[in-house]
C-alpha cells in the first residue's frame, strides 16, 4: 500500500478535525476578532490606512475591495486560499488598485455599473499619482470589474447568503456595500467611518444621510467601515450624527451676499468648531478639503434674494414692491378680492430632486477644488443614481 507524504496527512487530518480552510502557504488561517465571519486587511501609509475585507465560503474566500499596491495585494492573498469572488465597492484606487495581483490567475470580479464606469474613464488617471510615487508597487493601469450588480441582490455563494446593495453618492459617487444576514455582518466601504473624520469632499453632508437610512434598514450587527476601526451598530449612528453636525456648524457661515469662496477665517472657525466637538477622531485634515467643499454646495442651494424694484417706495418691502408693481392686491381675506393666485404644487422629494441639487452645485466645487483626478466631469455628464 502507498503511504501518503507526511504533508498530505496533516491537510488531511486538519481538515478532518474541522480547523477549517488553509492559506495557499498551507497555514491555517486565523478567526476573525470580531467574533463574525469576516477578515479585515488595513493597509499602509500608500492606501491611507484603508481597510478591505474578505470572508470564506465552502467555495472559497470572498474579496472585499483590494489594496493598491501589489505587494500589499499579495500579501492579504498570503492570508486565504484562492479567492473565488471579488466584489469592489468604490472607483477609488484603494479599493481596486491591486486588483490584477488578487485575480491571479483568473478569478472574477464584479461590482455595479456605475463604479465599473467610472474606473473606467477615471481609474488611470487617479491611479496616476500613486503610480508615479511608487511606479514598482502601483499599476498604470487596472481593468475595470464587470458590472454586474444592477440593483439590490441576494446570492448563496458556497452555502453563505450574501446580500449586494449598490448606494448612490455619499464619500463617492457610487459605490457597494456587502451585507450577510444570517451573522448581521455590513461591510460599507467608505459610507461609514469607524472613529474617524468623514471624506466630504463633495460637499454631500445632506444626501449622505440616505445612505445611513437604507444602512441601518438592515439592522446589522457588526458593521465594517472603509476607514477606522470595526464595530457595532453604534458606527451608523454615530457617522449620521457626525454628517447632521457638520452641516449645521458650515451653515452659519453661509448667507445671502457670503462670497463664492469661503474665507481663511470662516474655514478655520468651522475647523476649530469640529475638532472642539471631535478631537479624538482620526484623520482631521480631511476637514481642510471638505470645509469649503460642504460651504460650495450650501452656498450654491440657497435660493436667490428678490430682485429689488430702485422705484419702490422707502421703507416697502421687495414682495410689496413686486405686487404694487404688478397690480395684484395683496391677499386680504376680503370677498372683493377677485384676483385668484395659481394653484402651486409642492416641490419633488424623490431621489431626482436630490441629485438635481447636488450636480448644480458641482461647477462651484470645481472651482475650489479641481476635478478630482477628471472624476467631476463624469458625473455630471453621468448624473447620479
Known amino acids: 500500500m502507498r503511504t501518503l507524504p507526511i504533508v498530505a496527512v496533516v491537510s488531511l487530518v486538519g481538515a478532518g478535525l474541522g480547523c477549517g480552510p488553509m492559506t495557499e502557504l498551507g497555514l491555517v488561517k486565523p478567526k476573525p476578532s470580531t467574533g463574525g465571519v469576516v477578515h479585515a486587511y488595513t493597509q499602509g501609509s500608500t492606501g491611507g490606512h484603508a481597510n478591505v475585507f474578505w470572508f470564506d465560503t465552502q467555495a472559497g474566500p470572498i474579496v472585499i475591495d483590494v489594496p493598491v499596491t501589489t505587494s500589499e495585494a499579495k500579501k492579504m492573498r498570503k ?34 455599473p456605475a463604479i465599473a464606469t467610472e474606473i473606467q474613464n477615471h481609474g488611470d488617471q487617479r491611479l496616476g499619482p500613486f503610480n508615479r510615487a511608487h511606479p514598482d508597487d502601483v499599476p498604470r493601469h487596472v481593468d475595470a470589474p464587470s458590472p454586474a450588480i444592477e440593483e439590490r441582490a441576494h446570492d448563496m455563494i458556497g452555502g453563505v ?14 459605490s457597494l456595500a456587502v451585507f450577510l444576514p444570517k451573522s448581521g455582518e455590513l461591510i460599507t466601504g467608505d459610507v461609514v467611518a469607524g472613529k474617524e473624520h468623514l471624506d466630504l469632499t463633495w460637499g454631500r453632508s445632506k444626501v449622505w444621510q440616505d445612505r445611513i437610512a437604507e444602512l441601518k434598514a438592515l439592522e446589522p450587527k457588526l458593521v465594517y467601515p472603509g476607514h477606522g476601526n470595526s464595530g457595532g451598530p453604534e458606527l451608523l449612528d454615530e457617522t449620521l450624527t457626525y454628517l447632521k453636525t457638520f452641516h449645521d456648524v458650515v451653515s452659519t457661515k453661509v448667507k445671502q451676499g457670503a462670497p463664492a469662496k469661503i ?28 470645509i469649503p467643499a460642504e460651504y460650495a454646495v450650501q452656498l450654491a442651494e440657497l435660493a436667490p434674494a428678490p430682485p429689488t424694484d430702485p422705484n419702490a417706495p422707502a421703507g416697502t418691502t421687495p414682495g410689496a414692491a413686486t405686487s404694487a408693481s404688478s397690480g395684484t392686491a395683496p ?4 370677498a372683493a378680492t377677485t384676483t385668484t393666485a395659481p394653484a402651486t404644487t409642492a416641490a419633488p422629494t424623490s431621489s431626482k430632486s436630490t441629485t438635481s441639487t447636488t450636480s448644480s452645485s458641482s461647477g462651484a466645487m470645481e472651482d475650489l477644488l479641481g476635478s478630482d483626478s477628471g472624476s467631476s466631469k463624469s458625473k455630471k455628464k453621468k448624473g447620479k443614481k
Open 79 to 112: 492570508q486565504m486560499i484562492r479567492p473565488y469572488r471579488i466584489y469592489i465597492t468604490e472607483a477609488d484606487p484603494v479599493r481596486f488598485g491591486g486588483l490584477a495581483t488578487m485575480k491571479i490567475p483568473d478569478v472574477p470580479a464584479y461590482t455595479t
Open 161 to 174: 447568503e450574501v446580500e449586494l446593495l449598490p448606494l448612490g453618492p455619499a464619500a463617492a459617487e457610487a
Open 263 to 290: 474665507t481663511k477665517n470662516d474655514a478655520a472657525d468651522i475647523k476649530r468648531q469640529m475638532l472642539v466637538k471631535y478631537p479624538k477622531l482620526g484623520r482631521p485634515e480631511l476637514l481642510d478639503r471638505s
Open 331 to 334: 391677499a386680504t381675506g376680503s
